[in-house]
């Protein structure tokens, strides 16, 4: 047997031919002898591939937030836009392929998961912005209101001030804040 014999072959596009020989990589050929590559990755090529790919992980807004420790509402309102520029991407896709004479199930379907998760978002977003709002009127809120009110009259008695002053001025307190709640409204 012929030393020849064992060597592969690799043909590229051209009629470019190379020998196992010439790279010292055998056991690549071994799987492609004699047919056609279209091309070979490199190990720097996949390398540059991955680190484009984390550089653009790292710009996203949504990556940025959340890895900053973003609130709740400001991570809603990225995924609330990402998931509607996706839908916008999938609905001209669809009608591109419905133009184009295509099948559109695909897009139709992994449209509607899009839209079931915007209208679930949506709606998180606006449990979570009335858990924010306060319930002025609330039992919670006039008990400790009520518990802060006595503590106030305590502390002016304990500071000698005389019953009838005390009185004067939770009168007066009780005048000013007449329209407390739609100052607290605007805050």
């Not at 002898?33 to 996949?46: H, K, N, R, T, W």
């Not at 009608?95 to 209208?119: E, N, P, Y």
């Amino acid at each position: 047997m012929n030393d020849d014999d064992d060597r592969k072959i690799i043909s590229f596009p051209g009629g470019e031919k190379l020998d196992d020989e010439d790279t010292s990589a055998g056991y690549v050929l071994d799987s492609v002898a004699g047919g056609p590559v279209a091309e070979l990755l490199d190990s720097y090529g996949i390398d540059r591939e991955t680190r484009e790919r984390i550089k653009y992980v790292e710009k996203q807004e949504l990556t940025k937030v959340v890895k900053n420790g973003g609130s709740t509402t400001q991570i809603i309102d990225i995924l609330i836009t990402e998931i509607a520029e996706e839908l916008a991407h999938l609905k001209f896709k669809r009608r591109k392929a419905f133009q184009d004479g295509g099948d559109v199930r695909s897009f139709t379907g992994s449209r509607m998961r899009h839209l079931r998760s915007l209208t679930e978002l949506l709606f998180k977003k606006k449990e979570s912005a009335m858990a924010e709002q306060l319930d002025l009127r609330s039992p919670r809120l006039q008990k400790i209101f009520k518990v802060w009110m006595e503590f106030f009259y305590s502390s002016m008695e304990k500071c000698g001030i005389s019953e009838e002053m005390v009185d004067l001025v939770f009168q007066q307190m009780k005048a000013d804040m007449k329209d407390w709640e739609s100052k607290i409204d605007t805050l």
